[in-house]
């Protein structure tokens, strides 16, 4: 999702201090909501590189220093999302926005296109007229979170200001008007990881070192990590509902639920089968030993199960420019005529038809889940924390493809396969966790991230059809 871009011809190396900031005043624009033209989709590889300035950097959305957007009341703080126009990524926008947060959106569009800002800016005036609300503000920068104009964007929403230390001298520190930063920016196939390695530890654990140690600089502390269930491994073959403690990073004391024992659980990674997974628990494992050095820290992790569906008004959806491998998108390509059949692997499992069970979860309720840990955080948190965002209950493959025939009222084509290696029957999550610590649980039913999956389908097709109707009487 986040390809490498040129460093050439970066912008001039800033000065410290006040100086870095005055200088900087006179070399940025004020930074508004993007009013670029939507593009259009277009087929490419998730490590494709889009077109960008030779530094990967929209300069002309930086904003000013020292409280800038003069065009705005006061001095606004904000949340920053990288990977913001993503399929996660894009609906955790529009709901902290629908939330009345400020937002400052990251991407450099190498897996998302720029259409999906019009479509979150729309639904979110949409809301904000009904509910009588002023609408948050909303700055777009395009760019490569792991580029070195990163700090330049990062340094953009910063003041320095004068404390006091503790034995009463006055000194200069930064001080952030990003509140918080919620991290979507890993590439994330599975079956890519495995060709192309190097790209995955590259992208999804030194540009997370490197955005650690930009965000610490200006005391941005509150994060919040886009994890996967993948880091449980083998671990998810006992067929039983996975608890955050099944994957630990420090040692760990606990109470035994039967004999009431305390048990001091030791780190252990068991079975994590591709590089993706891998990338995955090192980068927990980096937060954990990051926040245990710097009591400043509040990390969460937030382990993703299946998330699938999308916003009900069918105008946010999973579109990603490379190939389509989860269940939900693939079917769909069924359906319309994109694919001849799904391959189903697997009939003899242990499961009510013999189809493995996952744990399907709806987009939105995993958009909220990234709402209740930055509040959490802000409150509550510190040190390091993971959390698992699922259902808590299990979905057969066969019983999701029934929920979009339900949806679609048509029929899929099936074609039943063997298991493949690596697979496992059940994969579960507990959410007890999350449900108790952080006041989340999931909302939304299988059938209705099936319905509103179709919803976005049908109106995705309509909007084709209309374009390819135009084009012929062109």
């Known amino acids: 999702m986040w390809p490498g871009d040129s460093n050439d011809n970066l912008p001039v190396q800033l000065p410290s201090g006040l100086d870095a900031m005055e200088h900087q005043h006179h070399h940025y624009a004020d930074s508004v909501s993007s009013s670029s033209p939507s593009d ?4 490419s590889s998730p490590l494709t590189s889009p077109d960008l300035s030779e530094d990967g950097f929209d300069i002309d959305r930086l904003p000013s220093p020292l409280g800038g957007h003069e065009h705005e009341a006061g001095t606004p703080k904000f949340t ?31 897996n998302s296109f720029q259409n999906i800002l019009d479509s979150i800016k729309t639904l979110t005036a949409k809301h ?24 330049f964007l990062i340094e953009s929403y910063t003041d320095l200001v004068m404390t006091i230390d503790t034995r009463g001298r006055q000194r200069m520190t930064y001080q952030s008007r990003i509140e918080g930063v919620i991290h979507f920016a890993a590439y ?27 965000l610490d600089k200006y005391n941005i502390h509150n994060f919040i990590f886009s994890s996967s269930a993948t880091v449980y491994g083998s671990k998810a073959n006992t067929g039983e ?14 109470v035994d639920e039967v004999t009431g024992e305390r048990i001091v659980m030791q780190p252990s990674a068991v079975g994590l089968s591709c590089p993706y997974a891998r990338t995955k628990y090192f980068s927990e494992a980096i937060l954990a030993d990051v926040a245990a050095a710097n009591p400043a820290w509040r990390i969460v992790a937030l382990r993703y199960f299946n998330p699938v569906g999308c916003d009900p008004s069918g105008l946010l959806g999973e579109n990603p420019r490379g ?64 959390f698992n965002l699922g259902s808590g209950t299990g979905t057969t493959v066969l019983e999701a493809v029934r929920s979009l025939e339900a949806a679609s009222k048509r029929t899929v084509s099936l074609d039943w396969a063997g298991r ?15 449900n108790k610590e952080l006041g989340w649980s999931p909302r939304e039913s299988v059938a209705q991230c099936a319905s509103d999956l179709w919803n976005f389908v049908e109106r995705t097709l309509g909007l084709q059809q209309q374009r390819q109707a135009t084009s012929v009487k062109a």
Request: glycine share 10%; net charge positive; hydrophobic share 35%.
């Open 323 to 386: 190939e389509a491998t989860n269940l939900y998108p693939v079917l769909t390509q069924v359906l319309t005529g994109q694919r001849e059949r799904l391959n189903v692997f697997g009939t003899d499992w242990s499961t009510r038809d013999g189809t493995a069970v996952r744990d399907y979860i709806h987009v939105l309720d995993v958009a909220r889940g990234h709402i209740s840990a930055l509040g959490w955080n802000g409150d509550r948190g510190s040190g390091f924390r993971a």
């Open 241 to 254: 509902p996975l608890r955050e403690e099944d994957l630990i990073h420090h040692a760990e004391e606990r």
């Open 40 to 43: 259009s989709p277009a087929a």
């Open 188 to 214: 994330k196939s599975v079956e890519e990881s495995i060709r192309r390695p190097l790209q995955y530890y590259q992208n999804n654990v030194c540009g997370l070192v490197s955005l650690l140690q930009q």
């Open 420 to 434: 493949r290696p690596g697979d496992v029957g059940v994969c579960v999550a507990s959410t007890e966790r999350a």
């Open 128 to 151: 904000c007229k009904a509910n009588g609300r002023r609408m948050p503000l909303i700055h777009f920068h395009r760019l490569d979170y792991r580029s070195r104009s990163m700090r």
């Open 80 to 110: 920053l999302v990288i990977g913001g126009l993503g399929y996660i990524g894009s609906h955790t926008v529009l709901e902290l926005l629908r939330e009345g947060h400020n937002v400052i959106i990251v991407d450099n569009l190498s």
